[in-house]
Nanobody, 116 residues
Framework: QVQLVESGGGSVQPGGSLRLSCAAS????????MNWYRQGPGKERELVAA????????DYADSVKGRFTISRDNVRNTVYLQMNSLKPEDTAVYYC?????????WGQGTQVTVSS
């Protein structure tokens, strides 16, 4: 059974930081591209960051470049999203996604709220 379990969400003031984690089980983690998506209130789900299987390639949405960093640990089967300089518009449910060909798996999501 495949499981992606996110953690690390919460409430933070503008300018603050959070680190999200996503622990994977039931898949050969190192063979999957890992992504973070988010869905804000009244918005469609959007891709925030992506990292290749070995971590050598990373992509970011323009809205988070320079503020967010995606990383992975293929020993711990975990992907991370370090979020700095958070803004109110970063408020969303953040989802972990594992992708390999036509195989796609999702976590349950973790809420991030940025508010003063």
């Amino acid at each position: 059974q495949v499981q992606l379990v996110e953690s690390g969400g919460g409430s933070v003031q503008p300018g603050g930081s959070l680190r999200l984690s996503c622990a994977a089980s039931g898949i050969t983690f190192s063979r999957y591209t890992m992504n973070w998506y988010r869905q804000g209130p009244g918005k469609e789900r959007e891709l925030v960051a992506a990292i290749s299987t070995a971590g050598g390639s990373r992509d970011y949405a323009d809205s988070v470049k320079g503020r967010f960093t995606i990383s992975r640990d293929n020993v711990r089967n975990t992907v991370y999203l370090q979020m700095n300089s958070l803004k109110p518009e970063d408020t969303a449910v953040y989802y972990c996604n594992a992708n390999r060909g036509n195989l796609r798996y999702w976590g349950q999501g973790t809420q991030v709220t940025v508010s003063s």
